[in-house]
């Protein structure tokens, strides 16, 4: 076994899931019981990947051809290898339409995050990006570990504080002081930087929280096992026939048009902010579909205990 980084034990418990605060699909608040595990104390870095890729030689999603199956209608020329790069725009525009400020970088890689002529030989201790889950999953299999589920992510982003906002309490700034990476300014134009990172920073820049966790919510979005829905599924409210559970699970999280699951990203990145997006929350979620690298996706593993 691979020995990658420090891990926190986590005791089981039940806990209040989810939010009635913010977004539809925090919903509903229900209890949530989990056993113990444990969990990295910090998202996967650029170092840590980086040893799983000379060890075995994998080639991530991004660095692969893209499948044109998946993409009906592309042109087969333009399916080629990269990834979403996050560019910041002009000045203010409708932030309904999030395309303004991603573009499709060919060459953009965990490598080379934001395409070609990038590099991460200056950040070996920031998290890694633009791995897609079966990348997170390939590595958390090589260090003899396990990505997390959602309700386990959300127990330990909460630090055992029943029904906080955030990870450390309800109040943002306790004593006026910033707590985690998310944007400062004005999105998705203006970044002024959080204590002087704009983007990732490097893992454990800010405090940990109650559990002794860093970065559980801010700086990168991180992958979980869980096929997304637009809301909570409480455990025991809907029978499924369990043979078919998880087809049935993985069909439904596609978005209308796709045939490519989408999992439950948790605890928010560097680019939230007040204005567009407040997800640097325990109880926050986004669905992400399983091949989707970006600029602001990592992952931690866990492990049964």
Known sequence: MVDTTRMIHIPGGTFRMGSDEFSADETPVHERTVGSFEIDVHPVTN??????VESTGHVTVAERPLDPTDFPGADPAELVPGALVFTPTAGPVDLHDWRQWWRWVPGASWRHPFGPGSSVDDRPTHPVVQVSFADAAAYAAWAGRRLP??????????GGLEGARFAWGDEEFPGGRLMVNRWQGDFPYRNTGAAGWVGTSPVMTFPANGYGLHDVTGNVWEWTTDYYAPRHEVPGEVAVDAGGRENLLAAASAEPGSRIPRRVLKG???LCSPQYCL??????RSPQAD??????????CARDV
């Open 47 to 52: 170092e840590q990947f980086a040893a799983f």
């Open 279 to 284: 997800r640097y929350r325990p109880a926050a």
């Open 149 to 158: 589920t959602e309700a386990e992510f959300e127990y330990a982003a909460r």
């Open 291 to 300: 091949d989707t690298a970006t600029t602001h996706i990592g992952f931690r």
């Open 268 to 270: 928010g990145s560097h």
